[in-house]
């Protein structure tokens, strides 16, 4: 009994003083005054850019004066503010460059993503319409170069391409952008599986004109019918909500001219459809579109009332 005990205390003072040895070392592990500043040197002018002194100092063993002063001034932002601060003078072998020539260190030609990290992947794209990128998968899984994108086709720097105006499917299509490779033959077109790069809106949309309530359901046709976005937003539907309801309205008052135009309307849009074989028809089910206004059903039948209905831009 009093053997085991002990032998219990000496097993949990060592565990005491091992663990008490740990937290000291982490906390010996890094002397400011011997390896310079612990948090790393973030640059983000005119692109970030990162630098850590623990891997030159304590890791590489590099003296504070292989740096300071004669490369780096121990001022933070003094070689950018310098406007010297570039990949042409870093090649040339100053700053960075004095080491990472491929010699003492790696090149700056090489292994951008290690001192240039992307902080957001995948990368998204809120305006005009929701879209993704991913470096990783660019770079790691498809081996591409950072030079393949960012040389004319993207500059570094998220909202660049969304600033000029011109980043847009028709730009894609003439080979611009992503579609200098989604062209079908380096990469997958872009003008098809659009699912790979955009997502579609959670909300269901309410159309409110001219007639109120016709809720479309992104989540309905897309998870459980599962349609692919193409088969609306080609040729259908515009990515874009309120393309329907921009659409120009009917005036006339002739029943015959408005019911044609009526069926030309549902037709050209969820008619596609919604015709009784794809889909239930747009003809005999109008209050499943329709679910906010009461008896639309009679109102293909011409009722005045809804004819009057139908023609207001409410
Ligand atoms: C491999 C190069 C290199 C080495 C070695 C190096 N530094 Fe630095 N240090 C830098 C760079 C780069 C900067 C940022 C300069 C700039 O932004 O212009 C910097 C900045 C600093 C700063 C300013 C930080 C701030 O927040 O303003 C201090 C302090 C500093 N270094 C101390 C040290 C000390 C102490 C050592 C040695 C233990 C050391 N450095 C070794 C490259 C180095
Ligand atoms: C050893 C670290 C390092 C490597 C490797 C590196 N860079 Fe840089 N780069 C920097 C630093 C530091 C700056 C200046 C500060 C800033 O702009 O963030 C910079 C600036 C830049 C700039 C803006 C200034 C200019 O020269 O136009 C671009 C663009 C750039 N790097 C691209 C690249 C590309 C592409 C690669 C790979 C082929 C690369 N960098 C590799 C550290 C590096
Ligand atoms: C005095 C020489 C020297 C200078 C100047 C220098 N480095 Fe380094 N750097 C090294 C050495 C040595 C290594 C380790 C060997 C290697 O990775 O090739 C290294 C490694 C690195 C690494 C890889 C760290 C890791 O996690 O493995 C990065 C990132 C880096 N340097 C960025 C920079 C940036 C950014 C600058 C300029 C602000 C810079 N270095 C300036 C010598 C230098
Ligand atoms: C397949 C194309 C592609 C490749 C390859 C690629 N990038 Fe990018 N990169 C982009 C796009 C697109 C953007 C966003 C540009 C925009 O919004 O205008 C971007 C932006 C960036 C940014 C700015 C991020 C920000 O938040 O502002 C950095 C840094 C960057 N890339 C670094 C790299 C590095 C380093 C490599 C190589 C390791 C690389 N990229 C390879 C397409 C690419
Ligand atoms: C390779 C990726 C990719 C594919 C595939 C893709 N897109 Fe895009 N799309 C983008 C990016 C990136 C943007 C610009 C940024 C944004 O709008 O968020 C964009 C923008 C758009 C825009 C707004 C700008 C414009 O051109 O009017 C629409 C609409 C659009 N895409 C529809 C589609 C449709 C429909 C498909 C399928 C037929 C599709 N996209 C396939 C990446 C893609
Ligand atoms: C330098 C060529 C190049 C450029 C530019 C490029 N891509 Fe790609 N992308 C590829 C290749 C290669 C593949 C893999 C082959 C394939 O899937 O057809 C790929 C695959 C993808 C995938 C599927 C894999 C994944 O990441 O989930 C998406 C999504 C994608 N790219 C989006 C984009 C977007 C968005 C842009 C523009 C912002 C873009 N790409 C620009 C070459 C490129
Ligand atoms: C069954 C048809 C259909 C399918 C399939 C479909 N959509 Fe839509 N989508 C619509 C309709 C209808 C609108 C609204 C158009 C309008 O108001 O003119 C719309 C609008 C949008 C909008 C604009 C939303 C806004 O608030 O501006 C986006 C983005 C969108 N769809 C993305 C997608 C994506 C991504 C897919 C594939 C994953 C997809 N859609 C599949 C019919 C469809
Ligand atoms: C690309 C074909 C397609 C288009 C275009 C389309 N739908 Fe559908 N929709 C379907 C299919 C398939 C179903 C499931 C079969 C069924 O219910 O008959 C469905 C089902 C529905 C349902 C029933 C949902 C439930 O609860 O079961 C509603 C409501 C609906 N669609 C509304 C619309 C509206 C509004 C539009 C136009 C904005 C539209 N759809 C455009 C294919 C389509
Ligand atoms: C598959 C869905 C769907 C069905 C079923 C449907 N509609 Fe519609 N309808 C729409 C959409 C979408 C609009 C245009 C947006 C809006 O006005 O809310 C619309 C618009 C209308 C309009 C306004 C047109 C204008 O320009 O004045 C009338 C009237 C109308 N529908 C009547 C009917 C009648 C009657 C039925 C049944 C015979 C019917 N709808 C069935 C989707 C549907």
Aim: with cysteine.
């Amino acid at each position: 009994m009093i053997k085991s005990s002990v032998l219990t205390v000496s097993f949990m003072t060592m565990a005491a003083s091992l663990l008490l040895a740990g937290t000291s070392l982490a906390e010996d592990e890094y002397d400011v005054k011997l390896y310079g500043p612990k948090s790393s040197i973030e640059w983000n002018k005119p692109i970030k850019a990162t630098f850590d002194h623990k891997t030159h100092t304590m890791d590489a063993g590099l003296e504070c004066n292989s740096c300071h002063d004669d490369l780096f001034s121990m001022q933070r932002g003094t070689a950018v503010s310098s406007h010297k601060f570039t990949m042409k003078a870093m090649a040339e072998g100053q700053f960075c460059g004095s080491c990472h020539d491929g010699d003492t260190a790696f090149a700056t030609d090489t292994n951008c993503m290690a001192c240039h990290g992307v902080a957001e992947d995948p990368m998204i794209w809120d305006e005009p319409t929701k879209a993704a990128f991913s470096h990783t998968s660019h770079v790691e899984d498809m081996g591409l170069e950072c030079s393949s994108c960012h040389t004319g086709t993207f500059a570094m720097k998220k909202g660049a391409a969304t600033a000029n105006k011109d980043f847009t499917m028709a730009s894609f299509k003439e080979g611009k952008y992503c579609g200098s490779c989604h062209n079908g033959d380096d990469a997958f077109d872009s003008a098809s599986q659009c699912e790979s790069c955009h997502f579609p809106p959670a909300e269901k949309i309410v159309f409110t004109q001219p007639v109120k309530s016709v809720v479309f359901d992104h989540d309905i046709h897309v998870t459980r019918e599962s349609l692919s976005c193409e088969s609306c937003h080609k040729e259908v539907f515009a990515m874009k909500k309120g393309t329907v309801e921009g659409q120009e309205l009917i005036l006339s008052d002739d029943p015959a001219e408005k019911r044609k135009y009526l069926e030309n309307l549902h037709n050209k849009y969820c008619g596609t459809c919604h015709d009784s074989s794809q889909a239930f028809g747009y003809l005999t089910r109008c209050t499943v579109c329709h679910i906010g206004v009461k008896g639309f059903d009679k109102m293909s039948g011409g009722n005045k009332k809804n004819d009057a209905h139908g023609k207001s831009k409410h």
